[in-house]
Structures are given as structure tokens and as C-alpha cells.
């Protein structure tokens, strides 16, 4: 296993994600407790000790499980991780009364690591308002060692991580973000890294396979990427991404079963970044992936002086490109419904005219009327 340096400890780079757990009936909020009884000894037998968890992990069960699951081996052996649900709004004023039921639920005295949990559009006032008391609670706690660590996740954009930042990156000691190397550029993972740089903010990363569409390419991008490691697999080129970003400590990997974890462990045994060649292929494998599925806006802004409506448009399309390509691959898509639950209602898609003036000055000849009223209808 390959561990990274953080402080005075060593963390195994692959990090065990317990939002995916093995279930049984397909139930989410029913964890298959003996298989990830399993996954979790091989785990430890092989090096890995950081495990990550949350409140709302499988219907709330994941903590608990999680929590019995890692009792039984020695406390400085693991590192927990677990966060602060503010995803949900309601929980803002519980903050003393979750953290202590965390800890009940896990069955542990401290935490290795904390986090607010999903900084983002919807929640940034929320997560700065002093009235919660949010941030001073998680700081005694820090204080008194119930907490060891204390960081953040953001699924925001680029201006919500600086106004985080500005608030209380002095106390922030690792963010964890979406980052793989589809997103590099296509949410600016690049950006948010370089700004967590500058206030020395190491980076932990959630969906390195874009919750795997990254392990499943077309038969041309395949051959492309053997025919420069014949050996490697898929999905591992994803984390020799990662692997070539001195940010980064742990990649977290939400694994199902036990040949997921398998093939995870075997690819972070060794470390191998890409060189100059391998590193180019694959960004245009990433160039190529966000083409086929996004509308080709260039933020140029020339239909917002059209619009009689005031929409901020390349914002809007921009999040309709990440809900589409990420539902086109299977999956949840959260992202773009949270960014626009902060939108006024009148500034949302479902508020276009469909006067087309803004498709009279677009340079790249969007039919930005049909994109607003499908955004309308999805989200």
C-alpha cells in the first residue's frame, strides 16, 4: 500500500468510501453487515486506514456499521472519518446533539477526522452563520480531542470554496472534492486545487471514477489508453492520475463488493503517475467524454444582455452540463438541483421567455430556449 504523509501520521493513499456498501435486496438502507465485515479485514490486512463515513450514508446505517466493523481492531490501527450533515438544512441547530449521537452510533470516543459535510450553493449562508454556532462547537471539540482533524467536503463552485475559505480556512486542515481527471477541467478541479494551495489545505478526493464513468470508455478511448500501458486496467488510470498531484493524500474509492476493493488495493500497491504522453492522451479522452454530452457554451455573455429576463445563461447551462452528464452515466445527479435551490425563483430556467433573443447573438448557435425549458423539466 502507498501512504502519504499528513502531519506526524502516515494515510494509506487508497481510502475505504463507505457510501456504497454491499446491501441485501437492493435496499439501500439495509448493509449487508458480513460482507463488509469481510471488505474491511481484507482492507486492514492490506494497508488501508482511512475509512470514511457519514450521517446520512445508507439511510443513516453506515456509521453504525462502519463503527462495529472497525471496533474490532486496535484504535491506532484505522482512522475514522465522519461529517457534519448540513446538506440538510434542518440540522443546523443540532450540531452538539448529532455529533454526540456520531459518536454513539460509531461506538467510538473521538474522531480521526471531521467535516462540514457538502459545502455548497445551498447551504454556504448557512455554514457561516454565526447563530448556529456550528464552527465554534466543532473547534472545542477539536480542542478537547473528540475531534483529531477537522476539515470540509465542497461540492460548490468555485466562488462558494473561496467565501468557505475566506471565512474559516485558518481552521480548515484538509478538503475533500470531486476530483478525477474529467472533472480537472470540467468543474475546475485544477482551480479549486491551486486556491486550497494557498492556504495549505491538502486535498482528499471523492469520486475518482465520476461514480464510474470513468471505468467504463468506449472501445477507441480503451485501445488508446493500452496501447500506452497494456497492463494497466481502466479504471486505474484514474488514480494514476491522482497519483501524479502532490495535493492529494487519500483517494477515496466507494467500493460494492470485494473485487472492486481487490483490483483498488492492487492498483495502489504501487505508484505510478502518468508521464508527459499518458498525461495528454488522457485529457483528451476527458475533452472528448464532456463533448459528447454537454452543450458547447463559451461563457461569452452575449445572450445575457439579450435576455429580457435577466438569467444568467452560461451559469444555468453550465449546471445543466453537469446534471446531464452525470444522469447520462447512471447516476444521481445533485450537484446542479442544490446550486439551484440558492437561484431566485425568477432567475431559474423554468423563468425563460423563450423569446429566443439570446439565440439571435449566441455565437455558437445554441437553442438556448429548448436548453432552459429541458432544465425546467429535469430538475
Same mark, same amino acid.
Given at each position: ?19 456504497r456498501l454491499?446491501?441485501?435486496d ?6 449487508d453487515? *458480513? ?5 474491511v479485514?481484507?482492507a486492514?490486512?492490506?494497508?488501508v ?13 453506515s ?9 474490532r481492531?486496535?484504535r ?9 450533515p448540513?446538506?440538510?438544512l434542518a440540522?443546523?441547530p ?10 454513539e ?9 471531521y ?9 454556504i ?10 464552527m465554534?462547537?466543532l ?13 470540509f467536503s465542497?461540492?460548490g463552485?468555485?466562488?462558494v470554496l ?6 474559516y480556512?485558518d ?9 478525477n481527471?474529467?472533472?480537472?477541467e470540467?468543474q475546475?478541479?485544477?482551480?479549486k486545487? *491551486? ?15 465520476r461514480?464510474?464513468k ?12 493500452k ?12 488514480f494514476?492520475?491522482?497519483?501524479g498531484?502532490?495535493?492529494v ?11 472492486q476493493?481487490?483490483?483498488?488495493i492492487?492498483t ?9 504522453e ?6 483528451q479522452?476527458a ?6 454530452q ?14 429580457p ?19 447520462k ?9 442544490m ?5 431566485p425563483?425568477?432567475?431559474r ?12 447573438v ?14 425546467a423539466?429535469?430538475?
Amino acid at each position: 500500500m502507498q501512504y502519504r504523509n499528513f502531519k506526524d501520521m502516515k494515510l494509506s493513499m487508497l481510502g475505504f468510501g463507505a457510501m456504497r456498501l454491499p446491501v441485501i435486496d437492493g435496499d439501500d438502507a439495509k448493509i449487508d453487515a *458480513e460482507k463488509t465485515m469481510r471488505m474491511v479485514d481484507y482492507a486492514m490486512k492490506h494497508g488501508v486506514n482511512y475509512y470514511d463515513t457519514a450521517w446520512g450514508y445508507h439511510g443513516g446505517h453506515s456509521e453504525e456499521v462502519m463503527g462495529q466493523a472497525l471496533r474490532r481492531f486496535p484504535r491506532d490501527k484505522y482512522f475514522l472519518a465522519t461529517k457534519f450533515p448540513g446538506y440538510d438544512l434542518a440540522n443546523m441547530p443540532k450540531v452538539q446533539e448529532i455529533f454526540e449521537k456520531q459518536l454513539e452510533k460509531t461506538g467510538h470516543d473521538y474522531f480521526d477526522f471531521y467535516l462540514f459535510h457538502n459545502v455548497c450553493e445551498m447551504n454556504i449562508e448557512q455554514y457561516l452563520d454565526p447563530r448556529y454556532g456550528i464552527m465554534d462547537y466543532l473547534r472545542k471539540q477539536r480542542e478537547c480531542g473528540r475531534i483529531r482533524h477537522l476539515g470540509f467536503s465542497c461540492h460548490g463552485e468555485l466562488p462558494v470554496l473561496k467565501r468557505f475559505l475566506e471565512a474559516y480556512g485558518d481552521d480548515m486542515e484538509f478538503c475533500q472534492l470531486q476530483l478525477n481527471y474529467l472533472d480537472w477541467e470540467f468543474q475546475h478541479g485544477r482551480e479549486k486545487v *491551486e486556491l486550497l494551495k494557498k492556504y495549505n489545505i491538502p486535498v482528499w478526493v471523492m469520486e475518482p471514477l465520476r461514480g464510474g464513468k470513468l471505468a467504463h470508455l468506449n472501445d477507441d478511448q480503451k485501445s488508446r489508453l493500452k496501447e500506452l500501458r497494456p497492463q494497466e486496467e481502466i479504471p486505474a488510470w484514474a488514480f494514476r492520475f491522482l497519483q501524479g498531484l502532490p495535493e492529494v493524500r487519500v483517494v477515496l474509492s466507494g467500493m460494492t463488493d470485494e473485487s472492486q476493493l481487490k483490483a483498488n488495493i492492487e492498483t495502489f500497491e504501487q505508484d505510478l503517475p502518468l508521464n508527459g504522453e499518458e498525461l495528454q492522451t488522457l485529457m483528451q479522452i476527458a475533452e472528448q467524454l464532456a463533448d459528447e454530452q454537454t452543450v458547447p457554451c463559451t461563457a461569452c455573455h452575449y445572450c445575457v444582455d439579450h435576455c429580457p429576463a435577466g438569467l444568467d445563461i452560461p451559469r444555468l447551462i453550465s449546471l445543466y452540463n453537469e446534471h446531464t452528464l452525470t444522469t447520462k452515466s447512471g447516476q444521481v445527479g445533485f450537484i446542479a438541483p442544490m446550486a439551484l435551490a440558492a437561484f431566485p425563483e425568477d432567475k431559474r430556467p423554468s423563468a425563460c421567455l423563450h423569446c429566443r433573443s439570446c439565440e439571435k447573438v449566441c455565437p455558437q448557435q445554441i437553442k438556448i430556449s429548448e436548453v432552459m425549458g429541458d432544465f425546467a423539466n429535469i430538475v
